[in-house]
């Protein structure tokens, strides 16, 4: 009976470092488990695989809110993807700017509605992919015109004051066709960031400054089209 005693006594002391063990085994189990962090909301402000093709980033527009800066990947002249390099931090930038470049990828173009209730960063993210659109194109011109040995001008047209403030555009031609015009200046206003991508394309497709007037944009239609033939006729 007292042998019995030391065996017993060994075996219990030969279970603690079990039961000191098995805690330990449990909380390594949990961290394992542990869900890797979500991505920032910021991190969803780009769209499209953005692999390969062209990468441009238009200007910083400066808003009341923040300023705004869009980063646009171009496979030729088609538009595959845009991110936001600057925005607002602000809960309804930030449920706007999905819809922005969903409409932009839709669209191929800065035309395109203003979403509601983010009206002035819809305005700056227009402003921005426009100069970018605009980089690129004239970027495009310049390569075309190395390639195929034409001669390219740049020409800045005349500055034009208006009612709402000042209008310029400059004019690339390759020998007399026009292959790319750009604004230099132009009206803080949403209707006449709606008007300039239409007055582009008209220009692009008439050869001239004989082009229509863009509903709700009179006066930056009539200045831009007075800057647009100030440089067709510097280019003689």
């Given at each position: 009976?007292?042998?019995?005693?030391?065996?017993?006594?060994?075996?219990?002391?030969?279970?603690?470092?079990?039961?000191?063990?098995?805690?330990?085994?449990?909380?390594?189990?949990?961290?394992?488990?542990?869900?890797?962090?979500?991505?920032?909301?910021?991190?969803?402000?780009?769209?499209?695989?953005?692999?390969?093709?062209?990468?441009?980033?238009?200007?910083?527009?400066?808003?009341?809110?923040?300023?705004?800066?869009?980063?646009?990947?171009?496979?030729?002249?088609?538009?595959?993807?845009?991110?936001?390099?600057?925005?607002?931090?602000?809960?309804?930038?930030t449920a706007a700017v999905p819809k922005l470049i969903a409409e932009t990828l839709e669209a191929q173009s800065a035309d395109i509605d203003?979403?509601?209730?983010?009206?002035?960063?819809?305005?700056?993210?227009?402003?921005?992919?426009?100069?970018?659109?605009?980089?690129?194109?004239?970027?495009?011109?310049?390569?075309?015109?190395?390639?195929?040995?034409?001669?390219?001008?740049?020409?800045?047209?005349?500055?034009?004051?208006?009612?709402?403030?000042?209008?310029?555009?400059?004019?690339?031609?390759?020998?007399?066709?026009?292959?790319?015009?750009?604004?230099?200046?132009?009206?803080?206003?949403?209707?006449?960031?709606?008007?300039?991508?239409?007055?582009?394309?008209?220009?692009?497709?008439?050869?001239?400054?004989?082009?229509?007037?863009?509903?709700?944009?009179?006066?930056?239609?009539?200045?831009?089209?007075?800057?647009?033939?100030?440089?067709?006729?510097?280019?003689?």
């Amino acid at each position: 009976m007292k042998r019995a005693i030391p065996v017993l006594v060994l075996s219990v002391a030969g279970l603690i470092p079990v039961w000191r063990y098995e805690p330990s085994l449990g909380t390594a189990t949990t961290e394992a488990a542990a869900p890797a962090s979500t991505p920032s909301a910021s991190s969803s402000a780009a769209a499209g695989s953005g692999s390969g093709g062209t990468v441009v980033k238009g200007s910083t527009v400066q808003t009341d809110k923040g300023p705004v800066q869009v980063q646009v990947t171009f496979d030729g002249t088609e538009i595959t993807a845009v991110k936001m390099l600057q925005q607002p931090n602000h809960p309804q930038t930030t449920a706007a700017v999905p819809k922005l470049i969903a409409e932009t990828l839709e669209a191929q173009s800065a035309d395109i509605d203003t979403v509601s209730g983010a009206t002035i960063t819809s305005d700056g993210y227009k402003e921005s992919l426009q100069a970018a659109i605009d980089a690129n194109a004239d970027s495009a011109s310049s390569s075309s015109s190395a390639a195929s040995g034409t001669q390219s001008q740049t020409v800045d047209g005349s500055t034009v004051t208006t009612d709402k403030g000042p209008v310029q555009v400059q004019v690339t031609f390759e020998g007399d066709k026009i292959s790319a015009v750009k604004m230099l200046q132009q009206p803080n206003h949403p209707q006449t960031t709606a008007a300039v991508p239409k007055l582009i394309a008209q220009t692009l497709e008439a050869q001239s400054a004989d082009i229509d007037t863009v509903s709700g944009a009179t006066i930056t239609s009539d200045g831009y089209k007075e800057s647009l033939q100030a440089a067709i006729d510097a280019k003689g």
